[in-house]
């Protein structure tokens, strides 16, 4: 969960790229600013560079714009990441680009579901499984699968604090609290 600086952050970004003639399409927003954490987490010296008070802001921003000039970030990006700078902020940019990412899901009508399988699903099942969950939602989802053995087989989506266990392992609990005589 993101901090409410975070979210302050994101939610300001968002504002911009949502804006009526904004310059900056939302998914390419999305893609440069995963862009931007992906450089400053692969880099060591980068961020030590970016999080030392000795070095002075505009030094920062020089660097930081010959490698965004790489990537072809935007002009919005660049100076989004300029505040983070000058604000002491740039050490929580994948905070802010996650915040964002969800605060943009939002505002265009998507739910996120993260979806656990015994193994990997086929294409055509989770193609089946987004248009379920999207009907059962009445939003268009985004899908976030990962694996866990233990389920043994079915699938469980998780859309924020709604469980849809379609798990073996789901199964066979139910089964053993209605042989205990428990409510299900």
Do not use: C, W
């Amino acid at each position: 969960m993101a901090s409410a600086v975070a979210n302050r952050y994101a939610q300001a970004l968002v504002d911009v790229v949502m804006a009526p003639g904004s310059p900056l399409k939302p998914e390419d927003a999305v893609a440069q600013l995963r862009a931007v954490d992906a450089i400053f987490q692969e880099s060591l010296e980068l961020r030590n560079a970016m999080l030392t008070p000795a070095i002075q802001n505009s030094r920062k921003r020089a660097v930081l714009a010959k490698l965004l000039e790489r990537t072809g970030g935007s002009t919005l990006i660049r100076n989004f990441t300029y505040v983070l700078i000058d604000h002491r902020r740039i050490a929580i940019i994948g905070e802010i680009r996650e915040a964002f990412e969800l605060q943009l899901d939002e505002r265009l009508g998507f739910a996120r579901a993260e979806v656990t399988s015994a193994a990997p699903l086929d294409p055509g099942v989770g193609v089946n499984l987004e248009a379920e969950l999207s009907r059962l939602t009445g939003k268009r989802m985004r899908l976030r699968f990962d694996v866990d053995p233990a389920l043994l087989g079915g699938v469980v989506a998780r859309i924020g604090s709604t469980v849809y266990d379609g798990s073996l392992r789901g199964e066979l609990r139910q089964l053993a609290k209605k042989l205990a005589g428990q409510p299900g």
